[in-house]
């Protein structure tokens, strides 16, 4: 929720499903894992409670920045509404391999394992995950890059 301000938040014309359009309170905005915007709105409404009594309240709901559901009202300030923009996840920390066939002739004499980042690794080989980098490295003539941390990483599990 918006934190309490003395200023109220700023109006924006709210657009009713019916095309009706109301004056609304921009209370935040948030960005979506899609990169897609979301508004909370508020609107004042009349609700009748248990007493019977009518009395003034406010409706939240969050609306797209869609001219068919809001839009801004000119000369209106937006600048101060809290925005929560989507954090951006940290970077794949995964390991990845790719293999190198060192040829002799006609023929494959070995195998190299880098990690998929390595300047001598192949470039468009295919991405091998450990289990796979593993494999190839009990094979006959197959060694780990020294240049990389493929020996270092892979060289204690074989």
């Known amino acids: 929720m918006p934190p309490e301000s003395d200023q109220p938040p700023p109006e924006i014309i709210v657009v009713l499903p019916d095309a009706q359009e ?13 990169g897609a915007w979301l508004y909370l709105v508020s609107l004042p409404i009349w609700h009748s409670n ?7 309240m406010e409706y939240r709901t969050w609306l797209q920045p869609r001219p068919d559901q ?11 509404v ?5 954090v951006k996840p940290a970077p794949d920390v995964r390991w990845a391999w790719t293999v190198e066939r060192v040829k002799q002739g006609h023929r494959t004499a070995g195998t190299v394992v880098h990690s998929y980042d390595c300047a ?4 468009g080989a295919e991405e091998l995950n450990e289990d796979q980098a593993l494999t ?5 003539g197959a060694r780990a890059c020294q240049d990389c941390d493929a020996a270092a990483a892979l060289g204690p599990l074989v």
């Open 120 to 123: 001598h690794s192949p470039k």
């Open 136 to 140: 190839e490295l009990r094979r006959p």
């Open 70 to 80: 809001l839009r801004p009202i000119d000369g209106v300030e937006y600048s101060a």
């Open 82 to 86: 809290p925005t929560e923009p989507l």
């Open 50 to 56: 248990d007493q019977h009594e009518i009395v003034a």
């Open 22 to 34: 109301v004056r609304g309170r921009l209370l935040a905005r948030k960005q979506t894992g899609d």
